[in-house]
Nanobody, 123 residues
Framework: QVQLVESGGTLVQAGGSLRLSCAASGRTFSGYVMGWFRQAPGKEREFVAAISGSGDTTQYTDSVKGRFTISRDNAKNTVELQMNSLKPEDTAVYYC????????????????WGQGTQVTVSS
C-alpha cells in the first residue's frame, strides 16, 4: 500500500514553468508504476504521463509531449512532473497516482491516488 501527497500547484502565467512533486510512503515504491492525471472543471479525469517503476519507460498524452517531463527518484520515494510552456488549457487539478506492477493510462488502472494540487495558467 502507498500513500501519495502532491505539492507544487499554483497560479502561473501562460508560457511559464511549474514543477509538481508527489511524495509516496511505503517501502516498495519502485514496484509502482506512477502516473499523473488531471481534471478540469466539468471534464473527466485524463491521463497526462506515466513512468515505470525503474524509471526507464515513460509515456505522455499527445497534448503535453515536448512540454512536460515525468521523472522519479526511488531513493527518495518521489515522482515529479516538470511542466514547461504552460497553456491556459493546462489548467486543472493534477493528481498523482500509483499502480502496483500495472502499466496503464486510464484512471481505473490506478489504485492509489493523492488529494490533488491545483494548477491555474492565466492567459
Amino acid at each position: 500500500q502507498v500513500q501519495l501527497v502532491e505539492s507544487g500547484g499554483t497560479l502561473v502565467q501562460a508560457g511559464g514553468s511549474l514543477r509538481l512533486s508527489c511524495a509516496a510512503s511505503g517501502r516498495t515504491f519502485s514496484g509502482y508504476v506512477m502516473g499523473w492525471f488531471r481534471q478540469a472543471p466539468g471534464k473527466e479525469r485524463e491521463f497526462v504521463a506515466a513512468i515505470s517503476g525503474s524509471g526507464d519507460t515513460t509515456q505522455y498524452t499527445d497534448s503535453v509531449k515536448g512540454r512536460f517531463t515525468i521523472s522519479r527518484d526511488n531513493a527518495k520515494n518521489t515522482v515529479e512532473l516538470q511542466m514547461n510552456s504552460l497553456k491556459p488549457e493546462d489548467t486543472a487539478v493534477y493528481y498523482c497516482a500509483g499502480a502496483y506492477r500495472i502499466w496503464g493510462t486510464t484512471p481505473a488502472q490506478y489504485k492509489y491516488w493523492g488529494q490533488g494540487t491545483q494548477v491555474t495558467v492565466s492567459s
